[in-house]
């Protein structure tokens, strides 16, 4: 089993800043993609965005150029910097990865319980 632990979530006005974090622990041979995803109320989740284990990332585009994603792969962490916060980006974050638990296992996917970000306009 693999848990994620999110944190960074919170209230904030029109045009701040917050950075989300999330850890994964648990058992882990390695992780592939890691990502964050949102659900603002009454509507499906949606792609926020992911990064590889090499670094490429892939953006929505309704946050590119205010979110940036990063992660650390020794610490088993991923990063989400949000700027220029809109009262749209209110929703729950939701940490992802998929993850191997051993050399020849498939790849399952695991979400966080999720963080909630509010931006008051």
């Known amino acids: 089993q693999v848990q994620l632990v999110e944190s960074g979530g919170g209230l904030v006005q029109a045009g701040g800043s917050l950075r989300l974090s999330c850890a994964a622990s648990?058992?882990?041979?390695?992780?592939?993609?890691m990502g964050w995803y949102r659900q603002a109320p009454g509507k499906q989740r949606e792609l926020v965005a992911t990064?590889?284990?090499?670094?490429?990332?892939n953006y929505a585009d309704s946050v590119k150029g205010r979110f940036t994603i990063s992660r650390d792969n020794a610490k088993k962490t991923v990063d989400l910097q949000i700027n220029s916060l809109k009262p749209e980006d209110t929703a729950v974050y939701y940490c992802?990865?998929?993850?191997?638990?051993?050399?020849?296992?498939?790849?399952?996917?695991?979400w966080g319980q999720g963080t909630q970000v509010t931006v008051s306009s």
């Open positions: 992802y990865t998929k993850v191997r638990h051993s050399f020849v296992g498939a790849l399952y996917e695991y």
């Open positions: 990064i590889t284990t090499a670094g490429s990332t």
């Open positions: 648990g058992t882990i041979f390695s992780i592939n993609a």
